[in-house]
T-cell receptor
């Protein structure tokens, strides 16, 4: 079925450390996986996506890893900054006729100074 | 910078009343989404438009919710009658097309039903 879930509801990291946010998915038909960042009082903001035929994709300070064998997705943030504090959602685009964008439940990232 | 505009930002309404939310997507974006987000949860897709056509409304409670995008540009989401459980953030998002992964979100409308 359609299910994008997350392992940890809250992650606390020291400023400057690397952060790893994990996500499990259940739908093998998903074509793309996407990470969104949502700051308090704002709508989600696109961070990075990865196509299902890829294992890794890098952006600016962020890396997304996809392990299709265990249906696991992760977002790595290098040198975490206070501005990275937010809720992070993984999402998937389902390969059906409507190409729906489906979100998981989110992980809150807290950056300690 | 182009943004998805939503109004109002906040709305308080009594149960059994009607309420409407408006969304103006980024110019040229063919796909428009309405999501409902309960505090502490991820956004839940209510309805998806491709131009003026509904392509998915499987999660829209059609007995009380309706959505339209008459000219394929801006959109309205209506709830009638509102129930206490409808209290949530209602988010609108848009993207260039069905196969574009980057959806841009508005700031949302925070609805409180009392």
């Amino acid at each position: 079925g359609e299910n994008v879930g997350l392992h940890l509801p809250t992650l606390s990291v020291q400023e400057g450390d690397n952060s790893i946010i994990n996500c499990a998915y259940s739908n093998s038909a998903s074509d793309y996986f996407i990470w969104y960042k949502q700051e308090s009082g704002k709508g989600p903001q696109f961070i990075i996506d990865i196509r299902s035929n890829m294992d890794k994709r890098q952006g600016q300070r962020v890396t997304v890893l996809l392990n299709k064998t265990v249906k696991h997705l992760s977002l790595q943030i290098a040198a975490t900054q206070p501005g990275d504090s937010a809720v992070y959602f993984c999402a998937e685009i389902l390969m059906d006729s409507s190409y729906k964008l489906i979100f998981g439940s989110g992980t809150r990232l807290l950056v300690r100074p | 910078e182009a943004e998805v505009a939503q109004s109002p930002r906040y709305k308080i309404t009594e149960k059994s009343q009607a309420v409407a939310f408006w969304c103006d997507p980024i110019s040229g974006h063919a796909t428009l989404y309405w999501y409902r987000q309960i505090l502490g949860q991820g956004p839940e897709l209510l309805v998806q438009f491709q131009d003026e056509s509904v392509v998915d409304d499987s999660q829209l409670p059609k007995d009380r919710f309706s959505a339209e995008r008459l000219k394929g540009v801006d959109s309205t989401l209506k709830i009638q009658p509102a129930e206490l459980g409808d209290s949530a953030m209602y988010l609108c998002a848009s993207s260039f097309g069905e196969r574009n992964t980057e959806a841009f979100f508005g700031q949302g409308t925070r609805l409180t039903v009392v």
